[in-house]
């Protein structure tokens, strides 16, 4: 919702480059909070409490920001909404990986990275639409207040959806619910997966105290490898592409109705290729996707720069941009959160996915609150060179140090830190 915000947000509270940055950015403060509590709430409540208690600072964000007098009431409620935002991005992934059979589990995971792009494009869609029922003066003072308020309906959705899902069979194991462990493991998928998933669920548990210690000790591999990949996730500038998509068109000479529709373009873009990434996560494997679309990225963004550079089409910019956010959508988009889901070991899973989520974003919110003033400093073409050379960074240190966890059971994967056999690149 703030791409389509920001501009007219910037007028009616009079901000400067920083301004702009600290508008658009001061969400994902919110998130590296919500991001740094979840894993304890997550491990404490369950996974499924945690996620009602994000929908409702999801619900309350909306309708707060509707009433903003000021900037910094909107700011303080931009951080609630950014608290679940930053909890669901570390619960949602968790639970899922921990429901899912092993067959489907990139896919499923997949299908949180689903959501978030569907709703992308919803949010673009009706910024475009709301953009359109008014002149610049009434989008300026009223216009962005709908933007997002249209996000209640979503949250409300979202906590009524969340009502009759089960819990996740490897927290109720850890919380010695064995038989409730067990049901929910029959239910999804069968009863003889279930006892077989059970004796490993419950090996690997004995096998792990579940102090936060152990992620700096035994498991200190994957806690660094979580941090780095989530990192180089937001490095090649993904969040303040989609934060200023319609400010990105207009550098190109786009006309604004013009770029609003190109963000809605862009965004389908991103749903088409996450598509295609739910089909493929389980055949091609984690890391080959990554390094895929980390490709894809890094040549459109050194491209997007020398188009700014010569002052070129803006249609060009358009297919570029489409091209990045593509990689993006079958990339990094998927595979990291595929991976941060299955690296750590159950007992500190919600801690571990905690502290590498909160890295993404930090890296984030730098990329937010400095987009506008590496755009006023560096210029459009410096800028996207910056980002094209972040996701030439991700192309060198994933190919040298992440593993491929495609086809192996959680319990699987945490046997390769414990035993000291890395799996399979």
């Known amino acids: 919702m703030i791409s389509g915000a920001i501009g007219y947000l910037g007028q009616l509270f009079h901000l400067g480059e920083a301004g702009k940055g600290w508008a658009a950015g001061c969400a994902l403060v919110g998130c590296i909070v919500g991001c740094a509590a979840a894993g304890t709430v997550a491990d404490y409540l369950g996974k499924k409490k945690g996620l009602g208690l994000c929908a409702l600072c999801f619900a309350l964000s909306s309708i707060g920001i509707l009433f ?15 608290v679940g935002i930053g909890a669901a ?54 216009g962005w207040r709908w933007m997002f ?36 493991l029959t239910k999804i998928d069968g009863p003889e997966a279930a006892a077989r998933e059970t004796v490993e669920i419950e090996n690997a548990l004995a096998t792990e105290e579940g102090h936060i210690s152990e992620l700096f000790t035994t498991f200190r591999r994957p806690l660094l490898l979580g941090i780095m990949l989530a990192g180089l996730q937001q490095l090649s500038g993904i969040t303040p592409v989609f934060s200023f998509l319609p400010e990105i068109f207009r550098a190109a000479g786009t006309k604004t109705s ?20 739910l089909w493929l996560v389980d055949k091609a494997g984690r890391k080959t996707l990554v390094l895929a679309g980390s490709s894809l990225q890094f040549v459109a963004f050194a491209l997007v720069g020398w188009f700014y550079h010569i002052h070129g089409s803006g249609v060009a910019v358009l297919i570029l941009v489409m091209a990045f956010v593509a990689g993006h959508a079958f990339g990094n988009g998927v595979a990291c959160w595929v991976i941060i889901s299955e690296i750590y070991p159950t007992k500190v899973r919600g801690r571990g996915m905690s502290i590498a989520i909160t890295a993404l974003w930090v890296v984030g919110y730098l990329g ?3 987009f506008p003033l590496m755009q006023k400093h560096l210029g459009s073409d410096g800028t ?19 593993p491929e966890t495609k086809g192996r059971s959680l319990e699987e994967i945490t046997k390769f830190w414990t035993e000291g056999k890395p799996a399979t690149t």
């Not at 903003?68 to 950014?82: E, Y």
């Not at 972040?390 to 140090?401: C, R």
Request: glycine share 8%; with cysteine; net charge neutral.
């Open 68 to 82: 903003a007098a000021d900037l910094h009431q909107f700011v303080l409620w931009r951080l609630i909404g950014g």
């Open 89 to 142: 991005s570390v619960i949602a992934p968790n639970y899922i990986a921990e429901i899912a059979p092993t067959r489907v589990r990139g896919r499923c995971v997949t299908l949180y990275q689903l959501g978030i792009v569907s709703g992308i494009l919803a949010a673009v869609f009706v910024n475009m639409l709301i953009q359109r029922m008014g002149d610049e003066a009434w989008n300026v003072s009223t």
């Open 149 to 184: 308020f249209a996000g209640v309906i979503p949250a409300i959705l979202f906590g009524v959806m969340i009502l009759p899902a089960v819990e996740s069979p490897r927290w109720l194991m850890k919380m010695g619910r064995r038989d409730e462990a067990i049901a929910v």
């Open 258 to 277: 013009d770029a609003f529709f190109q963000s809605v373009l862009v965004s389908l873009i991103n749903l088409v290729f996450t598509l295609f990434a």
């Open 368 to 370: 937010n609150q400095l």
């Open 384 to 402: 996207f060179w910056c980002f094209s050379g972040g996701a030439l960074l991700t192309i060198i240190f994933v190919a040298w140090l992440i």
